[in-house]
């Protein structure tokens, strides 16, 4: 269990923070970007800081694609399919709720149907060989280009009006993190929720006229932990605002 001494104050809301140069590998359909997913109790935004790129979205409603320039902000919420399109220079603030629980894996791939079927099948192409170095650029690229071909089937069905294929993905999503809920709860209670409630008890303190807390103004400092890592949609500055030391699964 994460103990609330673990846990240094976390960043407004209780969000974790990294920043992304999308990448300029291009796929099978000639785009280039990252590798399509979804997140499962997560929701995401992307704040752009400079170039231009796009971001696609599969829901159960359709297919969509939202251009992305400096000062834009986009957003999806859990379920969402989303995948960065690399344009000229794209570079994006990447915001996720809650924060410790992307981190833990609640984001999956849209590897076709036989991968997802199978948890060790899928954990084996998810996961990375390393940090840094031509192999983990290498597996990269593999595992963007194999959720890149489950993602054109399902886009191909949405398009043509089937949404069976997309609501199946997000099923087997589901089946692939449940085993995982029980330390996503622990780590929610301790970061998230843990947020929320003190403000309440803030809040009730400033009705009863109790400033108390004000006493305890502090202002808090982080760099990144990790430059250029290789993250789903980019290469990533990362930051462990979190307190845990969690592998990254996330953006």
């Known amino acids: 269990m994460v103990s609330k001494a673990q846990l240094p104050h976390p960043l407004p809301g209780a969000v974790g923070l990294s920043h992304l140069s999308a990448y300029d590998w291009e796929a099978a359909d ?37 251009d992305l320039q400096a000062g834009s902000v986009a957003w999806f919420t859990p379920g969402t399919v989303h995948r ?18 992307p981190e833990a894996g609640d984001a999956i791939f849209t590897f076709p149907t036989e991968i997802l079927a199978d948890p060790e099948r899928y954990a ?27 993602y054109l089937a399902l886009r191909e069905a949405l398009e043509a009006g089937d949404n069976g294929p997309f609501l199946d993905f997000q099923r087997a999503a589901a089946r692939l993190v449940r085993s995982r809920v029980p330390q996503w709860q622990e780590l929610w209670q301790a970061g998230a929720l843990a947020t929320a409630r003190r403000t309440g008890r803030q809040l009730a303190a400033l009705a009863a006229g109790d400033p108390s807390h004000l006493a305890e103004a502090a202002v808090h400092t982080a760099e990144p932990t990790r430059h250029d890592g ?22």
Request: proline share 4%; charged share 20%.
């Open 30 to 66: 000639g785009m280039c970007g990252g590798s399509p997913h979804l997140h499962t109790v997560c929701t995401e935004a992307y704040v752009v800081t400079g170039g231009r790129g796009a971001v696609q979205t599969l829901t159960s409603d359709g297919y969509r694609q939202t």
């Open 84 to 101: 960065m399109v690399q344009r000229d220079a794209l570079k994006v603030t990447v915001l996720m709720q809650n924060s410790g629980l």
């Open 230 to 251: 290789y993250g789903m949609c980019g290469r990533r500055q990362e930051y462990e605002l979190s307190g845990t030391t969690l592998p990254y699964y996330g953006e």
């Open 124 to 150: 084996a192409a998810a996961a990375l060989p390393g940090k840094e170095g031509p192999a983990v650029e290498a597996a990269t690229r593999e595992r963007r280009d194999l959720a890149i071909e489950g």
